[in-house]
Nanobody, 125 residues
Framework: EVQLVESGGGFVRAGGSLRLSCAAS????????IGWFRQAPGKEREEISC????????YYADSVKGRFTISSDNAKNTVYLQMNSLKPEDTGVYYC??????????????????WGKGTLVTVSS
C-alpha cells in the first residue's frame, strides 16, 4: 500500500521560506498525480498544488501562484513544495495526497486515494 510522509513544516516569519517534502513508499512505477493540500484553522482543506508525473504538468491555486513551486524527484520518489514569500494566511496543516494517474493536470485534481498525516506550517506576522 502507498504510504506518504510529509516533512519540512515549522515556524517562520512572514516573508520567509520553507520547503516541504512528501516521501512516497509502496508505489509501483505507474504514473501518478501528487497534490498538496492546506487546512487552515477553522477552514476546509484546500488543494493548493498538484503535479502529474506523466508530463510534469502542474496546478496552483490562485492563493499560492507565483510564490509556491511544486517539483518532483523521481529517483527519490519524493515531491517538494517550495514556499516563498510566506504570509500569515499560509498557516495551516499541509498534507500530500497520491493517486495513480497518467494524464495531464489542468485543474485541481481532487481525486486522491492515499494521504499523508500532514505537517504544520506556522507563519507569524
Amino acid at each position: 500500500e502507498v504510504q506518504l510522509v510529509e516533512s519540512g513544516g515549522g515556524f517562520v516569519r512572514a516573508g520567509g521560506s520553507l520547503r516541504l517534502s512528501c516521501a512516497a513508499s509502496g508505489t509501483n512505477r505507474g504514473d501518478r498525480a501528487i497534490g498538496w493540500f492546506r487546512q487552515a484553522p477553522g477552514k476546509e482543506r484546500e488543494e493548493i498544488s498538484c503535479i502529474g508525473s506523466s508530463d510534469g504538468s502542474t496546478y496552483y491555486a490562485d492563493s499560492v501562484k507565483g510564490r509556491f513551486t511544486i517539483s518532483s524527484d523521481n529517483a527519490k520518489n519524493t515531491v517538494y513544495l517550495q514556499m516563498n514569500s510566506l504570509k500569515p494566511e499560509d498557516t495551516g496543516v499541509y498534507y500530500c495526497a497520491f493517486r495513480y494517474f497518467a494524464g495531464t493536470i489542468v485543474a485541481p485534481f481532487r481525486k486522491y486515494d492515499y494521504w499523508g498525516k500532514g505537517t504544520l506550517v506556522t507563519v507569524s506576522s
